[in-house]
Antibody, heavy 116, light 107 residues
Framework: EVQLQESGPSLVKPSQTLSLTCSVT????????WNWIRKFPGNKLEYMGY???????YYNPSLKSRISITRDTSRTQYYLQLSSVTTEDTATYYC??????????WGQGTLVTVSA | DILLTQSPAILSVSPGDRVSFSCRAS??????IHWYQQRTNGSPRLLIK???ESISGIPSRFSGSGSGTDFTLSINSVESEDIADYYC?????????FGAGTKLELK
């Protein structure tokens, strides 16, 4: 069974870079599309972007200048970096596997708070 | 971006009730709509894909319908474990977007 697990700092200071890792078991990240999605405190869900089986990326245009998604296929991990964060980036961050056109598998989520 | 409007924001139900959640898209998206359930402290779980296609492991009391701009998720007979937030998501065009959710609560 595919399992995803997010990890990273729970607290980031304003203007710094938020960095998260998604560790995948039960699947290869050299197939399919591997995503980041966040949920704000008011419950709004925002799609952030993906890294594909070939290493290609897509980013939500709303984030395009600040986001980077990379991967390490040998570790079956992929990563999120979000630069110049503000308090508005406080959210629960999820990694998710895209399959059949839907987000079929999700991590448990990790809360990241942006605060001085 | 395609805007998805979910209504109502909150639904109050009793066990055994039949309930329906609405999701309206800002433009025609065919049947490229999917539904997720998120319980408190849980991750979203896929319930229905492509408007009406069932998902393995999801109880048969969940069903979906609609096409174009208007979509509905129904629960035939609500159980206490169904208390959660419900979201629709469109995959018709990028970026994919989610509705704001409907909260299902017990009366």
């Amino acid at each position: 069974e595919v399992q995803l697990q997010e990890s990273g700092p729970s607290l980031v200071k304003p203007s710094q870079t938020l960095s998260l890792t998604c560790s995948v078991t039960g699947d290869s990240i050299t197939s399919g599309y591997w995503n980041w999605i966040r949920k704000f405190p008011g419950n709004k869900l925002e799609y952030m972007g993906y890294i594909s089986y070939s290493g290609g990326t897509y980013y939500n245009p709303s984030l395009k200048s600040r986001i980077s998604i990379t991967r390490d296929t040998s570790r079956t991990q992929y990563y999120l970096q979000l630069s110049s964060v503000t308090t508005e980036d406080t959210a629960t961050y999820y990694c998710a596997r895209f399959l059949w056109g839907v987000f079929a598998y999700w991590g448990q989520g990790t809360l990241v708070t942006v605060s001085a | 971006d395609i805007l998805l409007t979910q209504s109502p924001a909150i639904l109050s139900v009793s066990p055994g009730d039949r309930v329906s959640f609405s999701c309206r898209a800002s433009q025609n998206i065919g049947t490229n709509i999917h539904w997720y359930q998120q319980r408190t402290n849980g991750s979203p779980r896929l319930l229905i894909k492509y408007a009406s296609e069932s998902i393995s492991g999801i109880p048969s009391r969940f069903s979906g319908s609609g096409s174009g701009t208007d979509f509905t998720l129904s629960i035939n007979s609500v159980e206490s474990e169904d208390i959660a937030d419900y979201y629709c998501q469109q995959s018709n065009s990028w970026p994919t977007t989610f509705g704001a959710g409907t909260k299902l609560e017990l009366k």
